[in-house]
């Protein structure tokens, strides 16, 4: 016997008829070539079908809710069933794959019985392709997301040689630690005793949370005021949308795959994990389909994305998850930049979760889901607004090609969880080189859902194309940015030529004007000798020759006297 802990008992509580809490995974599988036989028929034939159950698939309620007892507990089921969990169906001719994605929705959309251990499995043979199928429904409070892909990898085989002798529900699970003696005592303690305990811890840890949580979220909301994008958005923030509505029991499932290696080259070209290239993709398919509707709010999306915080080597069974919030930036057109928002946000709030105790991160997922929870209870589903817009997982799977009894296992698509307010649910998981979408939609609010899953490959060709065109701009401003360089270069190596011809023409200038000085400089100083020469020569020739004396003769000659009879003056 084993007690559920709050947040399993929560996802028995609040199930409603048009909010059934399980999930389901849908494989894909291709025969081998040339098979012959009916496959599941042939399988089944393998399996020792008096072997026992295993935990959790032998598991069935135990308790009902009550005022005594607040959370139901687990107990071995000592009339198990397995026809009951076991269907077989076969689709009409020509068995397409919107036949079988129709045909599982229906299925998903209904309760399990609760009298039964909370688990279904339909074979669906006559799918197109020589293909076969296995739709395998879980209530989330046997297990999550993570400990089902666990539980359903083991029974896959890395051979197509390998055959199995052993159904998925009798593989032994993994062991969870050996229960102390305190725990052994609390066991056998009165049921009522037991639930005022419950009470008391709850009431304990939700206190531990609370204060765990609420710097945090202080910080986060102060960050929020003044505007900072990049910081993780705070819960019923997130504006109303076409999904945010009350849901009916219907359901439509959309599927689409993309390339893992893909999204990988992606995020190491852009410095981000691949859980943050998937949110970019998923928010500009969301951003394209509400465009195609007219009803793309002004604020941007925000969804909740659960984040795992089981110990590893844990036992896989019940819910060990929280949950972070981050803005899906679908108010921005740019592929690249919606991503770096996205990549912050996302960033932002795993620091959060990473800084919380394993309880209080537990906790608060519970706290971030108790308004919907509630609601959904009492029926006011729709009517308060939600955490986040929708919620978005990203469960890792199996890297290794893997095989069902010979048959290749080429998809596995999950499918998950609607409540009110929130009418979308978008599961991804990755298998060997493929990363798989399971859109789950209310099918009277989103009866179109295939297209918002064709728009999922548009938007991951989208962001590739604007990868590709930053780097062509990057590169054409290179290019540019060499060839301006190379012009520099040549300018400043012709302007240095002329510099130097320049300088060589003044220096030739320089030097025949020297030279013509000189020249001029020493004609002067011949000239001057020669001048000189000619000035000391003929005094050389007179100093030899015989004094001369000269002898000037005076003759009178008389003066006429004036006509008036007078005398000039001597100045006359």
Not at 306 to 332: F, W
Request: net charge positive; proline share 6%; charged share 25%.
């Amino acid at each position: 016997m084993r007690r559920l802990n709050i947040q399993d008992s929560a996802f028995l509580t609040v199930e409603t008829d048009e909010s059934p809490t399980h999930v389901a995974g849908l494989q894909i599988l291709e025969l081998p070539p040339r098979y012959k036989g009916n496959f599941f028929q042939d399988m089944f034939d393998r399996f020792d079908l008096s072997a026992p159950p295993k935990p959790p698939f032998s598991l069935k309620l135990g308790g009902q809710l009550s005022k005594l007892e607040l959370t139901p507990r687990w107990v071995e089921d000592e009339d198990f069933d397995l026809d009951y969990h076991i269907r077989f169906v076969r689709l009409p001719e020509p068995g397409t794959m919107q036949q079988l994605t129709t045909f599982v929705s229906r299925l998903h959309g209904q309760r399990l019985d609760r009298n039964h251990p909370l688990w279904e499995c339909y074979c669906i043979e006559g799918i197109e392709g020589n293909r076969v199928a296995m739709y395998i429904k879980v209530h989330h409070a046997l297990v999550d997301g993570v400990a089902a892909t666990a539980i359903m990898s083991s029974t896959l085989s890395r051979s197509s040689r390998n055959k199995m002798d052993k159904g998925f529900w009798q593989m032994e699970p993994k062991r969870a630690k050996v229960p102390t003696e305190q725990q052994i005592k609390r066991d056998m303690v009165s049921l009522a005793t037991e639930s005022l305990g419950q009470v008391a811890e709850g009431v304990g840890t939700t206190t531990r949370t609370l204060g765990e949580l609420g710097g945090r979220l202080l910080r986060g909301g102060f960050h929020m005021l003044s505007g900072d994008s990049r910081e993780a958005p705070l819960p019923f923030q997130s504006p109303n949308t076409i999904f945010n509505t009350t849901i009916t029991r219907h359901r439509r499932f959309g599927v689409a795959t993309l390339p893992l290696s893909r999204i990988k080259d992606a995020g190491q070209n852009l410095d981000a994990t691949v859980n943050d290239v998937v949110l970019a993709i998923c928010s500009g398919a969301l951003r394209k389909y509400l465009k195609l509707h007219k009803s793309l709010p002004a604020k941007p999306l925000t969804t909740m994305c659960p984040v795992s915080v089981r110990p590893k080597d844990a036992v896989q069974e019940g819910n060990s998850i929280s949950m972070i919030i981050t803005t899906l930036a679908t108010d921005v057109a740019d592929p690249l930049e919606r991503l770096e928002v996205i990549k912050q946000s996302s960033r932002a709030a795993k620091d959060k979760v990473n800084h919380l105790s394993r309880e209080a991160a537990t906790n608060y997922s519970l706290l971030l889901n108790a308004a919907v929870l509630a609601t959904n209870a009492v029926g006011l589903g729709g009517t308060v607004p939600p955490p986040a817009n929708l919620v978005i997982s990203n469960v890792p799977g199996p890297r290794e090609q893997l095989y069902i009894n010979g048959a290749k296992l080429v998809a596995n698509y999950p499918m998950s969880v609607l409540v009110h307010s929130q009418a979308l649910n978008i599961t991804v998981t990755s298998y060997m080189d493929s990363i798989d979408f399971g859109l789950m939609a209310d099918r009277e609010t989103i009866p179109d859902v295939e297209v918002m899953a064709e728009m999922i490959v548009e938007a991951a060709i989208e962001l590739e194309d604007a990868f590709e065109a930053k780097m062509e701009r990057q590169a054409f401003q290179a290019s540019e940015a060499l060839a301006g360089h190379k012009r520099l270069k040549e300018a400043q190596a012709e302007a240095a030529a002329k510099r130097a011809a320049k300088k060589k023409a003044s220096a030739k200038k320089k030097s025949a004007t020297k030279t013509k000085v000189k020249a001029k400089a020493k004609a002067r100083s011949k000239a001057k000798k020669a001048v000189k020469k000619a000035v000391e020569a003929p005094k050389a020739d007179n100093a030899n020759a015989p004094e001369t004396i000269a002898v000037t003769a005076t003759v009178d000659t008389p003066v006429a006297p004036p006509k008036d009879g007078g005398f000039s003056s001597a100045a006359e």
